[in-house]
């Protein structure tokens, strides 16, 4: 399908972070796939409290909780809107479905290649491979959605490098797991696990611990 490997894998663990965070206790979570007209959806599905039908016009609005800002789940408010950006961005679709009491249901729809259902040559994963990896990356996991774009108008400048982003720290150490970068900015003040924790798993997983790290953090 048509996608990006490392944001497609963000999107995802956006998604299945968000169903079990505020999932019911002892609640279910489902991931799914179907192929349909050209097209692959991917739900994530919850046995949550699901969302309100006054609320769910409100589901992609930057920095709106549905009300949860006094509940124990921590977070902004923006993970789905950078979510959303980051499907459209690869030309795909992003929707839910939610029955208040009974869960919810995010999905997200992303096209077939034309050459899907066929072997792809020896050659030709190896030139996609380089093609992906001939960049240092650099991760940066910050929340703040300005400071992200500040980043990003730098390192526009810097062809030399790709900026890959998170928006979490959690979400941030999974990337770093399966794509190590060549450096990784984090900003301290994080949602749920800040800088610090983060830098102490890192350091003490084998695959990350090698990763020079830079904390990132607005002082006045």
């Known amino acids: 399908m048509h996608?990006?490997?490392v944001r497609l894998r963000q999107v995802l663990i956006n998604l299945l972070s968000n169903a079990i965070k505020y999932n019911?206790?002892?609640?279910?979570?489902?991931?799914?796939w179907r192929v349909n007209d050209g097209k692959v959806r991917i739900s994530v599905i919850d046995t949550g409290l699901g969302i309100p039908a006054d609320k769910q016009?409100?589901?992609?609005?930057?920095?709106d909780r549905?009300?949860?800002?006094?509940?124990?789940?921590?977070?902004?408010?923006i993970g789905l809107v950078i979510t959303r950006r980051i499907v459209e961005n690869m030309g795909g679709d992003i929707g839910f479905e939610s029955t208040e009491g009974k869960g919810s249901t995010f999905w997200i729809e992303l096209?077939?290649?034309?050459?899907?259902?066929?072997p792809v040559a020896e050659n030709a994963t190896r030139e996609i491979i380089?093609?992906?990896?001939?960049?240092?990356?650099?991760?940066?996991?910050?929340?703040?959605p300005l400071n992200l774009r500040?980043?990003?108008?730098?390192?526009?400048?810097?062809?030399?490098?790709?900026?890959?982003d998170a928006h979490s720290a959690e979400i941030g150490i999974e990337l770093a797991r399966a794509e190590p970068p060549a450096l990784i900015l984090v900003d301290i003040n994080l949602p749920g696990m800040d800088g610090y924790e983060a830098l102490k798993m890192?350091?003490?997983?084998?695959?990350?611990?090698?990763?020079?790290?830079?904390?990132?953090?607005?002082?006045?």
Request: net charge positive; proline share 3%; hydrophobic share 40%.
């Open 111 to 118: 096209t077939l290649t034309e050459a899907a259902d066929r």
């Open 57 to 63: 016009s409100r589901i992609f609005n930057t920095f």
């Open 24 to 32: 019911r206790p002892h609640g279910t979570v489902h991931l799914t």
């Open 150 to 164: 500040l980043m990003q108008q730098i390192f526009a400048k810097r062809k030399d490098l790709e900026l890959h």
């Open 202 to 220: 890192l350091k003490a997983d084998a695959r990350t611990a090698h990763i020079p790290v830079i904390a990132v953090s607005a002082m006045r």
């Open 3 to 5: 996608a990006d490997y």
């Open 66 to 77: 549905l009300g949860r800002e006094a509940g124990t789940v921590e977070g902004t408010g």
């Open 130 to 144: 380089i093609q992906q990896t001939t960049r240092p990356v650099v991760l940066y996991i910050e929340d703040n």
